[in-house]
């Protein structure tokens, strides 16, 4: 099965995501995704792409403060902040963004207060035609309420990170349990819960990819795989010695 390869728009440090569209394009790339900018830098970056002819394929919203979902009484900002992704995505027409549901081992349980706003999210995202992805972290438990909340939610997928769940939960395989609903992923590497979440290039950790693949193959997965990378940790590289290799290595999970 071919699938679409891409890489975050931000993997080259320090540079100007525009123009390191050109270097991903050059690679071999067929799209990329960003974090959060502002409206008019995700027009030019919409723009570009449209010119290169890559897919922008989705947009990571911010995570900072996503307990508060589930505990401030107040509107919390992160609350605000998932508001203003699904407006910069809906303005610059890309389809897809991302979420967490929580953040760290002692994450707050589900609550009534966090499900309303998750409500209103949907049914807001929904209006602006954008469909949320919402990303495995270390917690099962809220994934699962949501995806059963919103199992008739045509705007609602998973994002599956293969980092996470091999550093977070190497014995909750979020995929298995959740294959059929993934719309787009977040390939990295790492050497599990030891190393934590350094989003290494592909091979550079211990993640297993046969089985990843086994996985995704078996209900006939065909969006992006979508590499969560940038080149810190590689200073030892070029630019072009990086994106070779990061697309060499995403290449050969793709054909697994």
């Known amino acids: ?52 002819g890559l897919d922008y394929e989705f947009i990571h919203a911010p995570w900072g403060g996503i307990n508060e979902i589930w505990t401030k009484r107040e509107t919390p900002q992160i609350f605000n902040d998932y ?14 963004i991302i979420m967490h549901l929580s953040s760290g081992e002692d994450a707050p349980c589900v609550s009534d207060i966090g499900f309303k706003r998750f409500d209103d999210l949907v049914e807001y995202a929904e209006k602006k035609n954008v469909v949320i992805a919402f990303e495995n972290q270390r917690k099962l438990g809220n994934l699962s309420c949501i995806f059963e909340r919103y199992q008739n939610a045509s705007n609602v997928g998973f994002c599956f990170d293969s980092g996470h769940e091999h550093c977070f939960t190497v014995n909750v395989p979020f995929l298995s349990f959740y294959a059929d609903k993934v719309i787009c992923t977040h390939i990295h590497d790492n ?42 940790r590689y200073q030892n590289l070029s630019v072009d010695e990086f994106l070779n290799q990061a697309f060499n290595r995403i290449q050969l999970i793709s054909n697994m």
Do not use: W
Not at 24 to 51: P, V
């Open 191 to 232: 050497f599990g819960k030891k190393s934590g979440d350094v989003h290494l290039l592909p091979f550079d950790g211990n993640c297993d990819y046969n089985a990843m693949m086994k996985r995704l193959n078996a209900v006939e997965y065909g969006g992006s795989l979508m590499l969560e990378v940038n080149n810190k």
């Open 1 to 52: 099965m071919k699938r679409k390869l891409g890489i975050l728009a931000t993997c080259i440090c320090d540079a100007d995501p525009v123009e390191t569209l050109d270097k991903i394009k050059e690679h071999g790339f067929d799209c990329f995704f960003t974090e959060l900018k502002d409206i008019d830098y995700t027009l030019m970056l919409k723009e570009k792409a449209e010119s290169l």
């Open 83 to 96: 508001i203003r992704t699904i407006d910069v995505a809906s303005k610059a027409n890309v389809k897809t």
